[in-house]
């Protein structure tokens, strides 16, 4: 006798498939980030967007952790390294170079078909001790700047395409910070630096980068005026540099001021560093919630297309700052719960990731 056939897996499928084809795009939904439609699981940032799209990345995690390495090559086509390229990493001696996390990234880079933005020459923060301790006079620590800065150039030349040359040079007052470089060498150091840089590699092109530029107009127009007048000295600088590591509360107009005065220099604008926080109070027993998710996934979209509005020549590229939230330096730097990035913990899009393409529609 032939069993009559059991259709009782229908409703289970009806059920899947109900699951799977909600929409990320609307945003508010009964989950806090719903699976993709499976009909653009296959899309990513690099292919999406109309601008390079990058993370910076950690050279330790790419080598250990496969899903970061798979996900960094399916969605970025363009890297910076989080750390690997500051100065206490390859320069941690005064005769010492060491290349060896930063050379890595630039092969995996190469080898996948994707840019690298070097980060960075010059910084007040990340310096060895030889540096901090330095004994002598002008002449020499303007030898060591020179040397350090076409060092590095010259041995990634051709292969790293831009450099944030200077990196965080003005207070949140408008001032100069007071930092070794200005004390030993006097602001004048920064053009000199740009000079360098270039004379080591004349194709790479050159940022000055910088946070804050969303937080006002008093940072914002001392780091305007201050490429600006690089630019009239006919020093070699091609772009600025816009962390934007802001916060879900910041407003749509500063974020959007940031964006359209920068471009309004003339030069290359490169959102750098880029995270929304979620818990800019630091509130220790917030949650992820629908609610935020929602928040963030707008917050990403209005930048984005702010961003996608200026002249497309301009538009170096995005660069969100590491990959998935688990791996953001907020969490460990504030020391509290926080979900800055498009992925999650799991390396999964969360609704911030369709904000995102959301933003060049």
């Not at 090559?73 to 170079?97: C, Q, R, W």
Request: charged share 20%.
């Amino acid at each position: 006798m032939i069993k009559p056939l059991n259709f009782s897996f229908i409703p289970k499928i009806a059920v899947a498939i109900t699951v799977l084809t909600v929409s990320c795009a609307k945003y508010k939904s009964t989950t806090i980030d719903p699976l993709p439609n499976p009909r653009v699981v296959e899309t990513s940032l690099q292919k999406e967007m109309p601008f390079p799209m990058g993370a910076a990345v950690n050279v330790g995690l790419l080598k250990s952790n496969a899903n970061y390495r798979n996900l960094v090559i399916k969605e970025f086509n363009s890297l910076t390294a989080e750390n690997a390229m500051k100065f206490a990493s390859v320069h941690p001696g005064k005769d010492t170079y060491n290349w060896t996390d930063a050379d890595y990234l630039v092969d995996f880079a190469l080898s996948n078909g994707k840019r690298v933005h070097g980060h960075t020459l010059n910084w007040y923060k990340s310096l060895p001790d030889w540096v901090n301790n330095f004994q002598g006079n002008t002449a020499d620590w303007e030898n060591l700047l020179k040397t350090h800065i076409q060092t590095v150039v010259s041995h990634f030349k051709g292969k790293v395409v831009s450099w944030d040359v200077v990196n965080e040079a003005i207070n949140e007052d408008g001032t100069f910070r007071n930092s070794i470089w200005v004390q030993k060498l006097g602001v004048d150091y920064i053009g000199r630096a740009f000079q360098y840089a270039h004379e080591a590699d004349p194709s790479a092109l050159l940022f000055y980068n910088d946070y804050g530029h969303e937080f006002g107009p008093t940072k914002r127009t001392a780091i305007l005026n201050l490429v600006n007048d690089l630019k009239n000295k006919g020093i070699p600088i091609h772009g600025i540099g816009l962390q934007m590591h802001t916060r879900v509360t910041q407003s749509d107009s500063n974020l959007a001021a940031a964006i359209t005065t920068a471009a309004a220099t003339g030069l290359k604008v490169h959102l750098s560093e880029i995270d929304i926080a979620l818990n800019p109070d630091n509130i220790q027993t917030l949650t992820y919630t629908p609610d935020l998710a929602a928040q963030q996934a707008a917050k990403y979209k209005s930048i984005v297309k702010t961003y996608n509005g200026i002249p497309k020549t301009q538009q170096f590229g995005i660069t969100q700052w590491n990959v998935c939230d688990a791996d953001s330096w907020i969490l460990s730097n504030y020391n509290r719960p926080d979900w800055p990035l498009p992925f999650n913990s799991q390396y999964q899009r969360k609704v911030a990731y369709q904000g995102i393409l959301d933003g060049i529609k």
